[in-house]
């Protein structure tokens, strides 16, 4: 019996013990009140909807700053607070500050769920910015359209971010990987009329939706292989062999840096060098140049990674980081030397700067005190191009970003643009045509007009 | 006291203090209730397992996979009521566990290990294999909701934090039970020393399936939280990260002790959020920051395992006896076989298994 009750008390302590350590670990909030008020030019600034306050936007956002999906995405936070912070240094948004908090969820969806659910529910984030990955931010998807979460500009090209009527709040921001298929079918058509095409893709959604395109493009007949790879498993030599036995005298890859990278030193050792045409998530010529030269090392072999690049032909929706002569490219070395120089300026750090103009944009067109409906119907209502080298496609029923993108080879490590932009949409039938409107120049502030 | 209305009373008493918690704070924090709720429950499953009958699973995150996707479609097409769900989740992990476990008991040590593991591999990548049922890569919707008598203000995070803690605290009572019983005895019996056992007469296979089913059943009703909690099922939830969490709990929590599988839930789940907020609010650059929650939980798992060898629990109980006296000894399960549990016969039936077990 004595022995009974010392066990009931220390069940009980322990139960006790627990539920202080959550309690310990909370820390107070609670949400603002929306109050909105009218968006004239000499309103007071008021906080018109959570996350906002009279001096503040706070937004937030689930970023992989760990794990195998970091190496080069993990520059692209850094990169749009780097422009924040000369946003917010040049007089913010209507004299508000941007404070941007992402958090690791490591590319696992179930982190999302948490981090996500951290920074709507206890840190009051006015919006989701940028979250990265398909599977982890389809994690959280249904969750910010029922909180009624503005879920912009997400930093995946998958087709499932335009469903308007189910996902009211989520807008893409990238071309989607449907229209890049398009694109770079198109070119492998015509330029490489009756030659034996292979495909190489990555065994989900990102790679599946991009043979979708290319398929709507490339003639069946041309077709003699398509490989796929999971992106755990790192021996593809089965794949590459199968690619070399097909015949193919070109390879299109839907494939990350990584396998990108093992694709084209597998098939230097079977002797098999096809034209390699790769899809914009996995072409940055300065991660790819890293990439083969650390892989290569680790087998005990020295190459060098640019001569390596050399002559992949891939596709670009921002301007190359080799443009030194574009506006936009100008205007983020400047910023980039000024808030962020230990990072590498490369295709990542240009991603994340254009992706924060972008939402800059789109927060002073929501207006002065604006509530969260405002930034999805400013977005709604369509946004210039800014540094993307074609339109958005933004409308009241089409949530994806960017329409198109021009052809580009990598020549000694600089992405090199071939020919016109090109524009094009995700139905089987939209033609793929050449953008003939003008891109947009930088603005000389750096900073969007309203 | 009998044993099981104290289980009873402490469960009680945990309820309240949840309900009291989830009250007071905010709606991330009863999310994390419920998160701690599914790993408790899915963490209890396998420090049964492997603390009691000696077996390893590396796969129990693929349990949980069969547990969430049973409980999607199941909501999804043909909107049954949870409890409802509850039960067939249940049902179906456990024949996957049942079927499992019989290769499994086949198996020891780093092979068991081995297979479990492809378990934990392959079976969520049947999903991409039939998309049209499973929805592939983007994975299936679950709708949850609060119940009409709740309100329409009551908050969904403080509905799914009860829900969650009454399942983890309904499965702990029934392994509880379960662990004291003749079944719980037999699997230690195993554990210790599969001859001697067998030639007490208990049937060596019988009694690892029946734990493989026991475990894998937990696992099935933590997936089947996890689908209401997160809203959504699909492959990239249910990798070998996962499965491989789980046993980290299980083992810092202290292996075999189900107030352990709590503690290490408690880890698991707090520590990152924590030690990433002391990071982020100490102004490091981002790629030292976002590796100190990486390291803080090796270091805690080192720290653990090098001062704690028997777990948190174990640790905890050192403690005890140290204030209850020299003469109170630590119970370990793999030292001392539990003199004062009361006969089988005295306590309620906690379960089918543990019915045929006992019959």
């Known amino acids: 019996m004595n022995r009974s009750k010392r066990h009931l008390w220390q069940a009980t302590a322990i139960a006790t013990v627990a539920a202080l350590g959550v309690a310990a670990c909370s820390s107070s909030s609670s949400s603002s009140s929306s109050a909105s008020s009218s968006s004239s030019s000499n309103a007071a600034l008021t906080a018109s909807a959570p996350g906002i306050t009279p001096t503040t936007i706070t937004i937030g956002s689930h970023q992989p700053l760990t794990g195998p999906a970091a190496p080069g995405y993990d520059e692209i936070a850094p990169a749009s607070t780097a422009y924040f912070d000369y946003v917010n240094a040049n007089g913010g948004i209507y004299g508000r500050k941007i404070i941007y908090k992402y958090l690791n969820d490591a590319y696992d969806p179930t982190t999302t769920a948490s981090v996500v659910r951290q920074l709507v529910l206890q840190d009051n984030v006015y919006s989701i910015f940028n979250g990265l990955g398909t599977p982890t931010h389809l994690a959280v998807v249904s969750f910010l359209n029922s909180e009624k979460v503005p879920d912009v500009f997400v930093a995946s090209g998958c087709e499932c971010w335009n469903a308007p009527s189910t996902y009211p709040e989520t807008f893409g921001w990238q071309l989607d990987y449907v229209s890049e298929g398009k694109i770079l079918g198109q070119y492998v058509a015509q330029h490489f009329k009756g030659e034996k095409v292979a495909y190489f893709y990555q065994d989900d959604e990102f790679g599946m939706d991009g043979v979708k395109g290319l398929n709507y493009e490339i003639p069946a007949s041309q077709v003699v292989s398509k490989q796929s790879y999971v992106d755990t498993n790192v021996n593809i030599a089965p794949q590459v062999a199968a690619l070399r036995a097909s015949g193919a005298k070109v390879v299109v890859a839907f494939s990350i840096p990584a396998f990108t990278a093992l694709l084209k030193l597998d098939s230097l050792k079977l002797g098999f060098n096809p034209t390699l045409v790769v899809s914009d998530v996995g072409s940055d010529p300065i991660t790819l140049s890293g990439l083969l030269e650390s892989f290569a090392k680790q087998a005990g072999a020295t190459v060098n990674g640019n001569q390596l690049t050399n002559g992949i032909i891939t596709d670009g929706y921002l301007p190359s980081v080799g443009d030194t002569s574009n506006s936009w490219v100008a205007l983020f070395t400047k910023v980039h030397n000024q808030y962020d120089a230990k990072e590498p300026l490369d295709g990542n750090f240009l991603y994340g700067m254009s992706v924060a103009y972008t939402f800059v944009q789109a927060m002073l067109k929501a207006g002065r005190n604006p509530t969260r409906a405002d930034l999805t119907n400013a977005i709604q209502g369509g946004l210039p191009q800014g540094p993307m080298v074609a339109p958005f496609a933004y409308s009241s029923s089409n949530h994806l970003g960017v329409t198109g993108a021009y052809i580009g080879t990598i020549q000694n490590g600089v992405l090199v643009q071939q020919g016109s932009v090109l524009t094009t949409d995700t139905s089987a039938t939209g033609p793929v045509t050449t953008f003939t409107g003008t891109e947009e120049q930088a603005p000389a502030s750096g900073i969007p007009s309203p | ?359």
């Open chain 2, 1 to 359: 006291m009998r044993t099981l209305p104290r289980r009873l009373a402490v469960a009680i008493i945990v309820a309240a203090i949840v309900v009291f918690l989830s009250i007071k704070l905010n709606a991330f924090r009863d999310y994390q209730i419920a998160e701690i709720a599914v790993d408790v429950t899915a963490v209890a499953g396998l420090t049964v397992l492997t603390g009691l009958s000696g077996q390893i699973s590396l796969g129990n995150g693929a349990f949980m996979a069969i547990g969430a996707y049973v409980t999607a479609l199941l909501l999804l097409h043909l909107s049954w009521p949870f409890y409802a769900v509850l039960v067939v989740a249940a049902a179906a992990t456990a024949v996957a566990g049942a079927a499992v476990g019989v290769a499994a008991a086949r198996l020891r040590g780093p092979y068991l290990a081995g297979a479990t593991l492809m378990l934990g591999v392959a079976l969520p990548a049947i999903a991409y294999a039939w998309p049209a049922t499973f929805g592939g890569d983007q994975g299936l919707n679950v709708v949850f909701t609060t119940p009409a008598f709740l309100g329409a203000n009551f908050p969904l995070t403080r509905w799914q934090a009860w829900v969650s803690v009454a399942v983890a605290l309904v499965t702990l009572i029934l392994l509880a039970n379960l662990q004291h019983s003749r079944i719980g005895r037999n699997w230690r019996a195993v554990r210790d020393d599969e001859v001697a056992a067998a030639l007490d007469g208990i049937n060596v296979a019988a009694a690892r399936i029946r734990a493989f089913v026991v475990s894998a059943t937990s696992a099935g009703l933590a997936g089947a939280l996890l689908a209401i909690i997160t809203g959504l099922v699909a492959p990239g939830a249910f990798t070998i990260t996962l499965s491989i969490a789980l046993l980290t709990a299980a083992v810092i929590g202290g292996l075999g002790s189900l107030a352990g599988a709590l503690w290490g839930s408690l880890v698991i789940v707090l520590v990152p959020t924590y030690v990433t907020d002391v990071a982020t609010s100490h102004g490091l650059s981002s790629s030292v920051g976002s590796n100190i929650p990486v390291a803080a939980y090796g270091v805690l798992l080192i720290l653990v395992m090098l001062v704690f060898p028997q777990g948190i629990q174990g640790g905890l109980q050192r403690l005890f006896s140290l204030f209850a006296g020299p003469d109170q000894k630590p119970r370990t399960w793999r030292t001392a076989p539990t003199p004062h549990i009361t006969p089988s016969a005295d306590q309620a039936p906690a379960s089918q298994h543990e019915k045929e077990g006992t019959s």
